[in-house]
């Protein structure tokens, strides 16, 4: 959440960031600023208000001192400042009132306003315009038959089965079965370990279930709300991603500088309606309502964050580096940020069943966003000063379970449907191939 004095000392600097964003929340901006100077105004009437009041009462004080003196004259001029003062007080109340209903008001829309881009953001207004950072020299193999996409490729080799996922929950649900459930749950495992060891996370397993509070921390909610599945009869939401979780550990904490940043990596179910996905991406594993994910997430210290935002993006990396999986690293344009974050960096898997590149990681620097909105702070030691500020938190896929399953088919597979299993993952799975019965 950016707060307001922030919006009231940068009102050019927030307006061009959300123009930079494409000026679809220029309208709530705009709602932010009218609403504060009609605020402001009512403070200005209150504090005058006030002012009467004192006034009054020092009269009232004076009169009652001699009050011997202009006998009836004294009282009817009491009297009348009594009853003034009372209305002055009642229209005090009233503006108060008033002014609770601005606040509550401001504080709904500053909830729907979104980060401010950093300064290193390309400023865009499609994908178009983000910006390719690298590209992996893994080399994008050749193939001298049609490459198959994964879910043919699962089909064939018996591992997915979208037809009874469909029977049992509808559209955009997978089944997993035989080797192809022990390779989802392998890469789980591979993910998990790789962070734990050699990256220096720790590891959490956190609740599927998270309460209303948590979501609106994290920045799901309220804008978001449409996306989330809430269970009917109590407070509570199927988390999105682990993000929410991992997010709020400390909230409502202040932490010591000297420990951070900390690191912290989660494997869950996550949970989305796609209700603003109709149509889009409705084959396979790419976009379905329930999906493995294992999540990365680091609370740094407020000038080091951008640097954490790098050594993150190096961390996601490094698990398609050991799968060998050919991606590149994007960073994204100020249109295509997320609604908290305020750097992002996308990692992008080649499909060549697909014959594209695929989002597997977004990685990102969310500063002070939602450690304002859960108040988790950080105090630390700068120049022989000791400073109390919000923590920044940064978040990223380390990876997406479903869509590495994918990208291992189609990069791995043979002309007859067979899949290799990546080296690395060899001791997880216990086989070096995923054959066809026929073959």
Known sequence: MIPLKFIRENTEKVKKGVIARGGRYLPV???????????????????????????????IAVIKR????????NIELLSQLVAETKEIKEKIKLQEVELEKIKSEIELNLYSLPNIPDDEVPIGSSENDSVIVRVYDAPIKEYNFTPRDHQEIGELLDILDFKVASK???????????LGAKL?????????????????????????????????????????ENELYKCRDDNFYLIPTAEVSLVNLHAGEILDGDELPKKYV???????????????????????????????????????????LEVLVEDAEDVLKELELPYRVVKLCTYELGFASAKTYDLEVWMPGEKRWREISSCSNCKDFQSRRNNNKVKYKKDDKYFTDYVHILNGSGLAIGRTFAAILENYQDENGNVKIPEKLVPYVGVEYIRRESS
């Open 29 to 59: 901006l705009e709602k932010i600023l009218e609403l504060d100077r009609e605020y402001l105004n009512i403070c200005k009437k209150i504090e005058l208000l006030r002012h009467q009041v004192n006034v009054n009462s020092e009269k």
């Open 66 to 73: 001699t009050q011997g003196k202009n006998g009836e004259e």
């Open 168 to 178: 049992l929950a509808g559209t955009r649900f997978a089944v997993y079965k035989g």
């Open 184 to 224: 989802e749950r392998a890469l789980i495992n591979f993910m998990l370990d790789l962070h734990v060891k050699k990256h220096n996370y720790i590891e959490i397993y956190p609740p599927f279930l998270a309460k209303s509070e948590m979501l609106f921390n994290s920045g799901q909610l309220p804008k978001f």
């Open 266 to 308: 989660a494997y869950t179910a996550c949970f989305r309606r796609e209700a603003g996905s109709y149509g889009k991406d409705t084959r396979g594993l790419i976009r379905n309502h329930q999906f493995d994910k294992v999540e990365l997430v680091i609370y740094s210290l407020p000038e080091e964050s951008n640097k954490m």
